[in-house]
């Protein structure tokens, strides 16, 4: 496919504002994708060349970019460095300027889908001596076969800044009607990228195999699987209608979700984002092989850091670890503790249709239990006085507080249902609560905030129409740290219009963000609001920290919030 069909949808689709109207355009524009193209389109759309799990990234500078920019316009750095200054965008840097580009630069034939795939990928592999100046090339060379508009999403999908509003789930429902008709078919995609979180994966099955097809996609050890989510409840007395029967109770911790991977001799470890994070622990790695049996397995756990005695530290000291230089360093001076809670597959079998108690059965068994790998700490009961007991002990040990779990659930990947429970100390006392919610627009500051955002608009996620719904404006609990950390932050996210997904009500910000950065927020309660898309908002909210580990889906539902409301 002529990857200027591509670059005219996706001006299309920028200036989109309707996220409904945005899936019947992808849908359209699918039926007409070649089935080997499929996979690329979808990879592109999303505004990557491969998925998280890949852990690919292009490398590429934006100050590598504008020097192709000029090349490729066959103009001095300074009039790139001028445009940019006046547009503030890479991608409309290269627009105006490629529009004047002389003919002798431009190389005979057009520029294909599958070319520049093929090229992006070879910007990622171009490592060594002079490797930033062959990637500079790679880019002038796609720059120069595509026409202006092209060019400006070329830039912007190497830098990583699209921005177009598309989300996985948006993806999905357009395949769902593009190649089924019925976008309720959608459920079935879901379901199986739950299991196999790869977008180009379960696109091109569905293009050329069918929906029977993507009903068969299983687990596979070495490509993550979307992580079970927990409900919360008003109060503990409810767990006994909500979970009938006996309860697995383990603490919760204050860490980061981890999911092992095991396959021969290779050890992968994914976030809860499902980025592949396996550099940054490679203690953890070593503790693995040498304290969990199997030669192949998927388990779960949380990652907490440690002092010398073998107690949790706070979270923020775990966020040490999260870096790309200085690793061994930091593995002295941050020890950690991995806490397994479950496991998914062993051996060749898949565990996620077997109960609770099977597979954390069968977890203990593989464990040789150590100061550094673990099991989280649990007890099994069907006495709400013993729930209420062990949740008293994990807060006098500096724990979150407690998960609670059908002792014979299955594990529901990437759903947050009825068989997980979580009660942490915030709900315990009854006058505040703990959301996650994304940044889709801010106020600049005024007095002591001017030249910063003064204030943040915040949404939940509404996970039936793939949609966020405004539902407060943050200001408080913001340090100057953070308010001088939250531009850069934010600039790769920044768009000049409402985001498609974005549903605002009364209360319009100064700044628009694509949905991507997730925060934590502490309020006292909800109240009705007509301000807010929800309905609802927040009162008294007071930022907790980045939630760098979730994405934008992974943050607070909308069910969620109403059925806090309802139940108060």
Same mark, same amino acid.
């Given at each position: 496919?002529?990857?200027?069909?591509?670059?005219?949808?996706?001006?299309?689709?920028?200036? #989109?504002?309707?996220?409904?109207?945005?899936?019947?355009?992808?849908?359209?524009?699918?039926?007409?994708?070649?089935?080997?193209?499929?996979?690329?389109?979808?990879?592109? #759309?999303?505004?990557?060349? %491969?998925?998280?799990?890949?852990?690919?990234?292009?490398?590429?500078?934006?100050?590598?970019?504008?020097?192709?920019?000029?090349?490729?316009?066959?103009?001095?750095?300074?009039?790139?460095?001028?445009?940019?200054?006046?547009?503030?965008?890479? @991608?409309?840097?290269?627009?105006?300027?490629?529009?004047?580009?002389?003919?002798?630069?431009?190389?005979?034939?057009?520029?294909?889908?599958?070319?520049?795939?093929?090229?992006?990928?070879?910007?990622?592999?171009?490592?060594? %001596?002079?490797?930033?100046?062959?990637?500079?090339?790679?880019?002038?060379?796609?720059?120069?076969?595509?026409?202006?508009?092209?060019?400006?999403? *070329?830039?912007?999908?190497?830098?990583?800044?699209?921005?177009?509003?598309?989300?996985? $789930?948006?993806?999905?429902?357009?395949?769902? &009607?593009?190649?089924?008709?019925?976008?309720?078919?959608?459920?079935?995609?879901?379901?199986?990228?739950?299991? !196999?979180?790869?977008?180009?994966? *379960?696109?091109?099955?569905?293009?050329?195999?069918?929906?029977?097809?993507?009903?068969?996609?299983?687990?596979?050890?070495?490509?993550?699987?979307?992580?079970?989510?927990?409900?919360?409840?008003?109060?503990?007395?409810?767990?006994?209608?909500?979970?009938? @029967?006996?309860?697995?109770?383990?603490?919760?911790?204050?860490?980061?979700?981890?999911?092992?991977?095991? +396959?021969?001799?290779?050890?992968? *470890?994914? +976030?809860?984002? &499902?980025? /592949?994070?396996?550099?940054?622990?490679?203690?953890?790695?070593?503790?693995?092989?040498?304290?969990?049996?199997?030669?192949?397995?998927?388990?779960?756990?949380?990652?907490?850091?440690?002092?010398?005695?073998?107690?949790?530290?706070?979270?923020?000291?775990?966020?040490?670890?999260?870096?790309?230089?200085?690793?061994?360093?930091?593995?002295?001076?941050?020890?950690?503790?991995?806490?397994?809670?479950?496991?998914?597959?062993?051996?060749?079998?898949?565990?996620?249709?077997?109960?609770?108690? #099977?597979?954390?059965?069968?977890?203990?068994?593989?464990?040789?239990?150590?100061?550094?790998? %673990?099991?989280?700490?649990?007890? $099994?009961?069907?006495?709400?006085?013993?729930?209420?007991?062990?949740?008293?002990?994990?807060?006098?040990?500096?724990?979150?507080?407690? &998960?609670?779990?059908?002792?014979?659930?299955?594990?529901?990947?990437?759903?947050?249902?009825? /068989?997980?429970?979580?009660?942490?100390?915030?709900?315990?006392?009854?006058?505040?609560?703990?959301?996650?919610?994304?940044?889709?627009?801010?106020?600049?500051?005024?007095?002591?905030?001017?030249?910063?955002?003064?204030?943040?608009? !915040?949404?939940?996620? /509404?996970?039936?129409?793939?949609?966020?719904?405004?539902?407060?404006?943050?200001?408080?609990?913001?340090?100057?740290?953070?308010?001088?950390?939250?531009?850069?932050?934010?600039?790769?996210?920044?768009?000049?219009?409402?985001?498609?997904?974005?549903?605002?009500?009364?209360?319009?910000?100064?700044?628009?963000?694509?949905?991507?950065?997730?925060?934590?927020?502490?309020?006292?309660?909800?109240?009705? +609001?007509?301000?807010?898309?929800?309905?609802?908002?927040?009162?008294?909210?007071?930022?907790?920290?980045?939630?760098?580990?979730?994405?934008?889906?992974?943050?607070?539902?909308?069910?969620?919030?109403?059925?806090?409301?309802?139940?108060?």
């Amino acid at each position: 496919m002529d990857f200027q069909k591509l670059a005219d949808l996706y001006e299309e689709l920028e200036h #989109t504002s309707s996220g409904n109207k945005m899936r019947e355009i992808l849908a359209e524009f699918f039926k007409k994708v070649p089935e080997d193209d499929i996979a690329v389109i979808s990879y592109l #759309t999303l505004g990557q060349i %491969t998925s998280d799990y890949e852990g690919v990234v292009l490398g590429m500078a934006e100050k590598s970019v504008l020097k192709a920019i000029g090349k490729a316009a066959g103009t001095d750095e300074s009039r790139v460095k001028k445009t940019m200054q006046e547009l503030g965008d890479a @991608g409309l840097t290269a627009e105006k300027l490629l529009q004047k580009k002389p003919q002798t630069l431009v190389p005979v034939g057009k520029l294909t889908v599958k070319e520049l795939f093929e090229k992006l990928h070879k910007i990622t592999d171009t490592t060594g %001596t002079g490797s930033q100046e062959e990637k500079i090339n790679i880019l002038v060379n796609l720059l120069q076969k595509a026409s202006p508009k092209g060019a400006k999403y *070329i830039i912007r999908i190497t830098l990583g800044t699209l921005r177009m509003g598309a989300g996985d $789930m948006t993806v999905l429902d357009a395949l769902a &009607m593009a190649y089924t008709g019925d976008k309720k078919n959608k459920e079935v995609l879901e379901k199986a990228y739950n299991i !196999c979180p790869d977008v180009g994966i *379960i696109s091109e099955t569905l293009a050329k195999k069918g929906l029977k097809a993507i009903e068969k996609i299983d687990v596979h050890v070495g490509r993550p699987i979307k992580m079970m989510l927990a409900q919360r409840v008003e109060s503990l007395a409810e767990v006994a209608e909500k979970i009938p @029967g006996r309860w697995g109770v383990e603490a919760k911790y204050d860490g980061e979700r981890m999911q092992v991977h095991k +396959s021969k001799d290779k050890i992968s *470890i994914f +976030s809860r984002r &499902m980025e /592949n994070i396996t550099a940054q622990f490679p203690d953890v790695v070593k503790y693995l092989q040498e304290h969990v049996s199997g030669k192949e397995y998927v388990i779960e756990g949380e990652i907490l850091a440690i002092d010398k005695d073998g107690k949790p530290l706070h979270f923020q000291v775990l966020m040490q670890r999260k870096r790309k230089t200085d690793i061994e360093e930091y593995v002295k001076k941050v020890p950690v503790q991995l806490k397994l809670f479950d496991l998914l597959y062993y051996n060749g079998k898949s565990f996620l249709h077997e109960s609770y108690e #099977t597979r954390t059965n069968q977890l203990a068994k593989m464990v040789n239990v150590g100061k550094h790998i %673990t099991l989280a700490d649990r007890i $099994m009961t069907d006495d709400p006085r013993e729930v209420e007991k062990f949740f008293q002990k994990m807060l006098k040990e500096k724990q979150e507080g407690i &998960m609670i779990k059908s002792m014979d659930s299955e594990y529901q990947a990437g759903t947050r249902g009825w /068989n997980w429970i979580k009660w942490k100390k915030e709900y315990h006392t009854e006058t505040t609560d703990t959301f996650d919610l994304v940044i889709v627009g801010a106020f600049y500051g005024k007095g002591k905030r001017s030249g910063t955002y003064g204030a943040l608009l !915040c949404a939940c996620y /509404n996970d039936k129409d793939d949609t966020f719904e405004t539902v407060t404006k943050l200001g408080t609990g913001l340090t100057d740290e953070m308010l001088e950390e939250l531009p850069k932050k934010l600039k790769r996210h920044l768009v000049d219009h409402k985001p498609a997904r974005v549903i605002i009500s009364d209360i319009k910000p100064e700044v628009w963000f694509e949905p991507a950065v997730v925060v934590e927020v502490l309020a006292a309660e909800i109240t009705k +609001s007509p301000s807010h898309a929800l309905g609802l908002a927040l009162r008294f909210p007071r930022f907790i920290k980045l939630r760098e580990d979730k994405k934008a889906e992974q943050a607070t539902t909308s069910k969620e919030i109403k059925q806090m409301y309802k139940d108060k």
